[in-house]
DNA sequence: ATGAAAGCGCTAACAT
DNA sequence: ATGTTAGCGCTTTCAT
């Protein structure tokens, strides 16, 4: 008994007719209305209860016309910590209202952004919870600005309220930490400075660099869409060079995980031969031997303050009143194993005479 | 112009009024319907655009009565490679058929499973792509059965197909590989038998065995959750009896990140004192000195077979026909450097009286 | 080739 | 306290 034999059809007209009351009524017996007589209410949902009955979502959005059934939550990428963790944490606290979450996944890609957007709004999302491609189009910021939305990691310049990580404090942090290590070439690996969070990585760096009263000429730096191999090929690319920095920053997860392989298939000794900082989040670099020095954020804040960010502007709407106020999660500077002072040019060549 | 002030609001009767043609016409048009006049269509989809309409599709879902609108994923974790990356691979594939999936984050949790299953089920999803949690409900299961269902990773005994990775002979591989090299105590940690998975490993492990002429009592076993925590866990446990075992198979993705972790911080030397191999996504393992022998699947691909399965199930109805037949993504035994011959014993008092 | 109208499953006035 | 009825936005017979 019960559920049997395919999808539930059972519908409100059904259990209305079978226990000779209005729809009306069962209805509010459904949605737990103090309009009907309690004995009555608990018959009827026994009653659905019993017949499998599962109300029909589209329907009720479609009826009310304003709904919490849905919300997008559009990433460039999810098989990073820096998007999953904040995916997982975010379905979690909206599924506990009974909203559910449509992931969309860019690629980065613009184009299929605007159509994902489409796509969204045609669900008539209550929502979207979301973190730009690099180079938003004109069309989807025009979408983006009649909902309700909240943005995370990167900010693409419109008027809606967002949680990201204040990196640049630990970033210029990381610098200092190198220059007292008496490091005054610094190599820097970084994303595109049309990313918010890379130009926000990047005011750290120069900040850092000015507290240390090192010249911004002195660094050598690449910019690199964030993914593991462009870590890889910027590392090579600094280390490159005929006089290489001491020490490299890296800003960016994806860019991490590769730089760090870059690092050790170069065959240098952290930290004796050169030093490193890392970015993202610590179970990428569980295993590295030494441990790394990293720079890391919460994402389970981050992504506790997006979800309720989002209940917020679904209570007022899009973008409306003033400024909305941004959230900030601040990036932690952890000291580990892989930095150090500078090899002594002095005593390297004797060093290197040993091998 | 264009899609000014609040959300899409335009429907199709509005145009149908505007252009003073019914709303039937309209909607053919919009659907390219061969039945209206080529010039009027074009005229009606013209002004659609202009007007900025988008369809609603769940009132489009609601009066087609059956829609591949949305598709279910129900995972259990989705900060991890196994999970995220193939979330990823099929976003991105049922995107292309415009179906949208509605991420749901079991945490293993067999309520949470049936209470999201029922929110997926009012939501009227197309179908479900699922890995169950570790003791699904027979509740769940009675949804499951109603529903085009495929799974992945783990089977939970209901007539859908799925798509799996196939472990045994890997697993068996192992076995063989550290037999060979000359061990004879081997240590087991992996996930529980009621995990489909976890028991097809510990098939694999006893072929291995048995093939190698060992005794299933000589190997050290623990079962558990698959948490980094319990990998940590496991390995200490494993390795803190008075004869621990010269190597270590881990059958688990996030099981082999802890234990990984937790070899090191034992400060044996891989592979001298101890042999490892552990499973799951290269990622995982990138930073690992030296690199680790390990056991991986092809996620990408199971997620492509996955997003066809489900396809292939939407045409034909939830569990019709026999025995639905199981699609396997064989797994692979990387050597690397994290395995050798076991310490012999008569030196190694030698050794480590040297310390 | 186009229109009128019914209905998908539900909620919310508006009665009674 | 309960019933009637009118939609929500779309597709789809059935007419014309």
Redesign the pocket.
């Known amino acids: 008994m019960g559920t049997r034999g395919r999808v539930t059809?059972v519908?409100?007209?059904d259990l209305a007719a079978e226990l000779?009351?209005?729809?009306?009524?069962v209805?509010r017996a459904?949605?737990g209305s103090p309009?009907?007589?309690p004995e009555?209410a608990q018959r009827i949902r026994e009653h659905a209860e019993a017949r499998g009955y599962v109300?029909?979502r589209m329907?009720?959005a479609?009826?009310?016309?304003v709904s919490r059934a849905f919300v997008g939550f559009v990433i460039p990428y999810v098989d990073t910590p820096a998007y999953s963790s904040v995916a997982a944490e975010c379905a979690r606290l909206l599924s506990a209202d009974g909203t559910q979450l449509i992931l969309t996944i860019t690629e980065n890609d613009p184009e299929r952004e605007l159509h994902q957007l489409k796509d969204l709004v045609a669900s008539r999302v209550a929502g979207l919870i979301i973190s730009p491609s690099t180079h938003i189009l004109e069309a989807s910021k025009q979408l983006l600005s009649n909902l309700p939305v909240v943005e995370f990691h990167r900010a693409c310049g419109i008027a809606a309220p967002g949680v990201f990580s204040e990196d640049e404090q630990a970033m210029s942090e990381a610098v200092l930490h190198l220059a007292a290590l008496g490091h005054t070439r610094i190599g820097y690996l970084g994303t595109p400075e049309a990313l918010s969070n890379g130009a926000a990585r990047l005011r750290g760096l120069h900040r850092g660099l000015e507290l240390a009263g090192l010249d911004r000429g002195a660094v050598a730096m690449r910019l690199l869409e964030p993914t593991t191999d462009n870590g890889k090929r910027g590392v090579r690319d600094l280390l490159d060079g005929s006089r290489p920095p001491t020490a490299l920053i890296v800003g960016g997860g994806a860019l991490s995980i590769g730089a760090a392989q870059a690092v050790h298939e170069s065959g240098r000794r952290l930290p004796d031969e050169l030093s490193l900082v890392v970015y993202g989040h610590p179970s990428w670099f569980a295993l590295s031997d030494p441990p790394l020095t990293r720079i890391t954020v919460d994402y389970q804040d981050l992504a506790l303050r997006a979800a309720r960010l989002l209940n917020t502007v679904l209570d007022s709407g899009p973008a409306r009143g003033g400024e909305p106020e941004p959230q900030f999660v601040t990036a932690q500077l952890h000291l580990a194993g892989s930095t150090g002072p500078p090899p002594k040019r002095a005593h390297a060549s004797d060093r290197k005479s040993r091998r």
């Open positions: 059809k519908s409100v007209a000779d009351v209005s729809t009306a009524t209805s459904l949605n309009a009907v007589r009555l109300a029909n329907a009720r479609l009826s009310a016309n």
